[in-house]
């Protein structure tokens, strides 16, 4: 048995037991047999079972939101949200499966063309920590309905909210061969690719996004990734300079910064640089530390003490480069926790303007033009969000137009939502999630000619 370790106290939150490859082996053995040939048959049941979890997702939520604090160190306010928001994202696909699979007719005459959909087959989905509700269920929800049996590793730093899922979902009428849960860490989920699997849904970093690309290499199998980020915000001089300030504080520190699209460079115009770093360096100083599981903790520890020498590197490197640290800049005395920490005087020869950080820290950079951030803002290996604050919304478009990231944000930041695709460009990814994409990512399409 693993013990499941809470990195605020470091107490034994629960213990699982690691799959090895004689069981995952027999929980896959019969699931193929379920899957329906075309995605819509007996889709009425699985939405009936479906409207079931739903309900059974928020009754649990205090017990949910309560375990992945526990866990991961999350501050219980942010888990409990991520669980209420997550209601959208299902309600969501409830409402759009059904529409968007159904059969259609293209084109009438001598010739009659039609067009359906049949699932991948067996879809493995695995999975991060750092929001397992959120991007487990924007897998498992769509695959799910359009027929697929869902084969889920979570992150082996939230097994416990991944067996809570399924149990939920195998009381709301999904089958142990429809939904399967697999436990383990990095060997468990190689050993998982190695079966006879249809599709893969990766969420985590770029190097063990690389590394199962090279493993599913040569197989004719789906493989789509949600990758890591470098995401930046640029703030013009044309904006409301404490309010920016605040809501890009939110943005880069949330859950402790350990979000995809968490803000990680910020370039701001020098006419109001000084007054945007000093509202942005009070709004942080504000922010609560403490212990995930009290209500108005705003800042827990991170989920893998590891992390904190990632973070002290970035920080050393940054400063024998010149940079000046306004605040935090260290290890907290509690294990786990690292300062909220801002840096100026950054430059892109600096690590932390340039690899991820995953943690509570950001660097801030004066520039002098749109050009000038523009270009900064392009140069990253990664792809994921970029956005300006600006008050002239065609400005910030013409800004934001030629970069190459998924989404692109307008006055806000740190955001995903269903009804839009979410996907990586360059390193960040490969593949979607939400929107209608984050559907039709889970099934075949198949045309008819019939004469
Ligand atoms: P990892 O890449 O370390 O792990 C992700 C998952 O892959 C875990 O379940 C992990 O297991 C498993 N894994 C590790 N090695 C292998 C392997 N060789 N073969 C198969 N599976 C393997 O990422 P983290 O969990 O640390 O998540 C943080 C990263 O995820 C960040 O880079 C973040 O940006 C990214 N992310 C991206 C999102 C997006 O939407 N683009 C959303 C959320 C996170 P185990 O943990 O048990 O070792």
Redesign the pocket.
Known sequence: MQQVINPFDQSVVGEVQYDTLDTIKAKIATAKAFIPAEATDDLEERLEAMARFRTRFQDDIEKAASLLASQTGKPVSQARGEIQASDARIAYFMEQVPALIQATTVTEGATQEEKSYQPLGVVAN??????PFF?GLNVIVPALLAGNAVLY?????CPLTAELIAEQLWDSGFSRDQFILVQ???KE??M??EQDINGVF????????T??AK?MAGRMVKVQM????KDPSYVTENVDVKAVAQGLADGAFYNAG????AVERIYVHQSIAEEFISHFKAEVECFKFGDPQDDSTYLGPLT?AAQIEVLQAQVQDAVEKGATVICGGEADARTGFFQPTVLTHVNHGMSVMQE?S?GPIIGIMTVESDEEAQRLMADTEYG?TAGVFCQDQQRARDILKPLKTGTAYINVCDRVSPYVP?T?RKQ??LGS?LGHEGVFAFVHPRSWQIR
């Open positions: 695995i999975s991060a920590w750092n929001y991007i590793k979570a992150s082996e730093f383990g860490g990095g989920g190689q998982l690719l990766f969420t985590g970093s770029s190097a063990t996004g590394a199962i493993q949600e990758l890591g980020g350990q979000s995809c699209c893998r991820e995953f994921l979410w990586g960040s990814g999630t």
